[in-house]
C-alpha cells in the first residue's frame, strides 16, 4: 500500500494545517446543522478525505461517491438525486460526495438544486472542488462552506518527519525539508514524494526521484479532463501540454492519466466513455525511459489523437 493510502487520515485528529476548519466541522457534526457541505481548495488538500471524515461523524453508513469531471450531465444527476431520496437498507443515514463538483453541466445543477435544499432527514452532500466559483450562487449559499487552505512548509515538515518515523525512512539531510517546498502546499504531493525518494541516498536522488512522482499537478489535472472531453483534440492537448510547469516529469504525467482514467474506466456507466478511456489508457501504458523533458508525453497524445 502507497504512503498516501496508509497514512490517510480517518478522523478529524489525524487531519494536519486545518485546526480551524476543523473546530467547526466538529461542531457541525456534533449539532447535526447542515446537510449539505462545499469542500473547496486546491489538488491534493484532502477535500475528500475530509469528506469522508464528515460522513463517518455524521453516521452515514453508506456513502455514494460521483466523479462530476465524468458524470457531468443531467440525466447523471438525475439518476443520482432519484437514488439519493430512499434510505439505506436499514434505515441508516447517507453520504453522496460528488468529486470535481465544478465539472458539472447547468442543467446538471439545476437537477440537483432542490434535493440540496430539501434534503430528506437521512441525506446529506459533499461538493468537492478546486474551482468554487464555478458552483452556481443557488448551490453555495445552500452548502455550508469549508475552505481548506494548502500546507504551509513547516506543517508538511512536521508530516513528512512523521510518517518518515513511522515508516522507518532514512532521508539525506535536505530531503525532508525539499519535499516539503516542492510539494507546493499538498499532503498527499509530499507523501508521494517520500515514498519514491524512500531509497535516496543523496539530496540529488532526493530531487530526482521527487520530480518522477511531482505529475499531480493543477496543469496535468487539466489536461486530464480535457481528454476526458469530447472532441478533444492534439493541439488543445498540446496547448496545455506547454503549460505544464518546467520541472515536470513526463513519467509523472503519465502516472496521473492513468489513474485518472483507469477510474473512469471504473466509474462511468456510458459504455463510449467507458471505450474512450480504455483508448487513452492504451496510449499512455508502457512506461516512460527517464527523461527530463516532456517528449513522451506529447508522443503519447499524437498516438491518441492523430493516430488512425
Request: proline fraction near 5%; glycine fraction near 6%; charged fraction near 25%.
Amino acid at each position: 500500500m502507497d504512503l498516501t493510502a496508509k497514512h490517510r487520515p480517518t478522523d478529524f485528529d489525524e487531519v494536519w494545517g486545518q485546526d480551524a476548519l476543523i473546530k467547526s466541522l466538529a461542531r457541525m457534526c456534533e449539532d447535526d446543522s447542515a446537510h449539505a457541505f462545499l469542500f473547496h481548495g486546491p489538488s491534493g488538500c484532502g477535500k475528500t478525505t475530509l469528506a469522508r471524515i464528515v460522513a463517518s461523524h455524521l453516521g452515514c453508513t453508506n456513502i455514494v461517491e460521483i466523479d462530476a469531471a465524468t458524470n457531468t450531465g443531467i440525466d447523471d444527476m438525475k439518476q443520482v438525486a432519484t437514488s439519493a431520496r430512499y434510505s439505506s437498507m436499514g434505515g441508516g443515514r447517507k453520504m453522496v460526495i460528488v468529486d470535481e463538483a465544478h465539472g458539472l453541466s447547468k442543467k446538471a445543477w439545476d437537477s440537483l438544486l432542490k434535493i440540496i435544499e430539501e434534503p430528506p432527514p437521512h441525506l446529506y452532500w459533499a461538493l468537492c472542488t478546486t474551482e468554487p466559483t464555478k458552483v452556481p450562487k443557488t448551490i453555495m449559499t445552500r452548502c455550508a462552506l469549508c475552505p481548506i487552505k494548502p500546507l504551509n512548509v513547516d506543517d508538511l515538515i512536521e508530516l513528512v518527519e512523521a510518517v518518515a518515523e513511522d515508516e522507518a525512512i532514512k532521508l539525506p539531510d535536505g530531503g525532508v525539508r525539499l519535499i516539503a517546498r516542492q510539494s507546493e502546499g499538498s499532503a498527499r504531493r509530499a507523501l508521494k514524494m517520500l515514498d519514491a525518494a524512500k531509497d535516496a541516498e543523496t539530496i540529488e536522488d532526493v530531487r530526482a526521484l521527487c520530480g518522477s512522482v511531482a505529475g499531480d499537478t493543477p496543469e496535468v489535472i487539466d489536461l486530464c479532463r480535457y481528454l476526458a472531453k469530447p472532441g478533444a483534440n492534439y493541439a488543445g492537448a498540446l496547448a496545455i501540454v506547454k503549460t505544464l510547469p518546467e520541472n515536470t516529469a513526463a513519467e509523472g504525467v503519465r502516472h496521473v492519466v492513468c489513474a485518472y482514467f483507469y477510474k473512469m474506466v471504473i466509474d462511468s456507466k456510458a459504455a463510449k466513455a467507458q471505450g474512450w478511456a480504455t483508448e487513452v489508457l492504451s496510449c499512455f501504458a508502457n512506461p516512460y525511459p527517464a527523461s527530463h523533458n516532456l517528449y513522451p508525453v506529447v508522443l503519447s497524445l499524437a498516438d491518441l489523437l492523430l493516430g488512425e
